[in-house]
C-alpha cells in the first residue's frame, strides 16, 4: 500500500491557476462537449480522467503544486518532513485532486497494487474553511473516507490479513503526548508513529492548546498515560510521563522513551 500526497492550496491560489489551466485545455480539440463544459466549471477534475490522449494533455499542463503560494508551500515542506521523520513513503502526485472543492492545502489518498487498476483504498484532505461555511466558528479540520470491502479485498490479496487480525488489539488510545514545545511536534510525531507500529493506540494534541487544556482533554478521555514535552523538558532531550490512574509521574529519556512507554503498556495489558 502507497500513500499518494499532494497540496491544492487554497481557494483563492486555485481561482488563479483554474483560469490558467482551463486556457490551456480548452486550447486542446481530444475533449468532447461534455468534457468541456465540465472543464468550464473545475478543469481539475480533467486530471482525473483516464483517456490516453486526454492523459497525454493533463500530463503536460501546468500542476497546482507548482502554482502554490509561499505559505502553502511551506505548509505542505512540514507535512513532508513529520512524515519523513515517522518513516512513513509517501509518493508526491500532482496529479490527485479530490471531487469536493472545500478541500484544503493537503490532500492524499491509500492504493494498494494487489487490487490492479481500481487500486483506492480511501483518502480526503484538509479543510480549514468548511465549518465556517455551513455556519460555526473557523475551524480547521480533516477528512477521509475509505472502503471496509476495500480494505479487505487489499489484505487478502496481500496475505496480510492474518497479521493484521493479530496486531488488532481492541485497545483504544494509551498515551496522549501533550507538547507545548513547537520544536518537538516533529519527534513527538514520529514517538507516536513507532507507538502504532507496536500495535498501542498513541495520539498527539493538535489543537495548539495550554497543557491545562490538554490534561483535563486527557481526564475526560480516561487515556492511562499523558506523555508531557514542553520547553522545559525539551532543553533536557526528555519527557515527563504521568500515570493518570496513580497520580505519578516521571522523566523519561527521549532516547528511551519508546522502550518504557512499550513497558507499561504491555505490563498492565491483560
Known sequence: MRLHLTSIGTPESRQDYARELREHLLRSDVFDAEQRSRIEQNPMRA??????????????APKMLDRLSTEDRQHFEEVRRLLDGAGIDYDI?????RGLDYYTRTVFEFRSDALGAQSGIGGGGRYDRLIEQIGGDP????GWATGLERIAQAMEASGSAAAGAT??????????????????RERVFRAVSELREEGLGATIDLGERSLKSQMKHASRTGVPWVVIVGPEEWSREAAVVRDM????????ALSALRRELVRRARGTRT
Do not use: K
Not at 47 to 60: H, I, L, Q, S
Not at 167 to 184: D, H, Q, S, W
Not at 245 to 252: C, I, K, S, W, Y
Open 93 to 97: 502526485d500532482p496529479r490527485l485532486v
Open 139 to 142: 475551524t480547521p479540520g480533516v
Open 245 to 252: 490512574t496513580a497520580h505519578r509521574q516521571e522523566e523519561v
Open 47 to 60: 486530471f482525473d480522467w483516464d483517456n490516453p490522449e486526454v492523459r497525454a494533455v493533463t500530463e503536460a
Open 167 to 184: 496486531r488488532a488489539n481492541g485497545i483504544g488510545p494509551r498515551f496522549l503526548f501533550a507538547v507545548t514545545e513547537p520544536a518537538a
